[in-house]
């Protein structure tokens, strides 16, 4: 079984349209994140929710918005899509003893905006 | 605020070599610091954890050091192989909650 998946796993898209992705985990972690990684390969987090609270908000543009039903699922939600929106976009999840446990990622999901 | 550098970008090495790669960080204050490798098109595959009370992490092939007063973390490969090739990033969770990720090195491990 897959411990942290995200789908979809590709998605293009014209600038100006909204388009989410989800995120699922099995592992039972509290905590769950949204990085980002761009041209150069670079992780950035974007956004970080412990029990379904946002607990970490980057310096993000707000068309980005991040839901967590519950704290096995945290979905992003993108707005208004730009061509510099196009990356890969990695979730991740830790235990609820996120400072001392370790962070596993998903497969990604390779946006890109045309 | 907490920088995360990763020397070299990139490295090319014969099979059999063992090598080490090298990640500092600007600021000691962390909880713990994970090594993950990334091969292409693919996502981040957990290697190696050390905690902040520890110094040293192995698994297998792979050993990873962490010395917090001189801010360095090492990751020692011994005997590459080909399959070892990808890019190897090192993180660390600082106190501010986040997870903190270096540029990562380029490993090519040629037959």
């Known amino acids: 079984d897959t411990a942290v998946s995200q789908t979809p796993k590709y998605l293009v898209t014209q600038m100006g349209n909204d388009k989410s992705i989800k995120c699922e985990q099995n592992l039972g972690h509290d905590t769950m994140y949204w990085y980002k990684q761009d041209s150069k390969k670079f992780l950035k987090i974007m956004f970080s929710y412990n029990n379904k609270e946002l607990i970490i908000n980057e310096t993000v543009p707000n068309r980005f918005s991040p839901k967590s039903p519950d704290k096995a699922h945290l979905n992003l939600h993108i707005n208004s899509l730009e061509l510099g929106d196009s990356a890969v976009y990695f979730c991740?999840?830790?235990?609820?003893?996120?400072?001392?446990?370790?962070?596993?990622f998903g497969q990604g999901t390779r946006l890109t905006v045309v | 605020k907490q920088e995360v550098t990763q020397i070299p970008a990139a490295l090319s090495v014969p099979e059999g070599e063992n090598l080490v790669l090298n990640c500092s960080f600007t600021?000691?204050?962390?909880?713990?610091l994970q090594w993950f490798r990334q091969d292409p098109g693919k996502g981040l595959t957990s290697l190696l954890l050390i905690q902040s009370s520890q110094r040293e992490q192995t698994s297998g092939r792979l050993n990873a050091s962490l010395d917090k007063s001189s801010g360095r973390s090492t990751l020692y490969i011994a005997a590459s192989q080909p399959g070892d090739s990808a890019t190897y990033l090192c993180?660390?969770?600082?106190?501010?909650?986040?997870?903190?990720f270096g540029q990562g090195t380029e490993l090519s491990v040629k037959p």
């Open positions: 991740a999840s830790s235990s609820n003893r996120a400072r001392l446990s370790e962070a596993f």
């Open positions: 600021d000691s204050a962390i909880y713990n």
């Open positions: 993180a660390l969770y600082n106190q501010g909650g986040k997870l903190i």
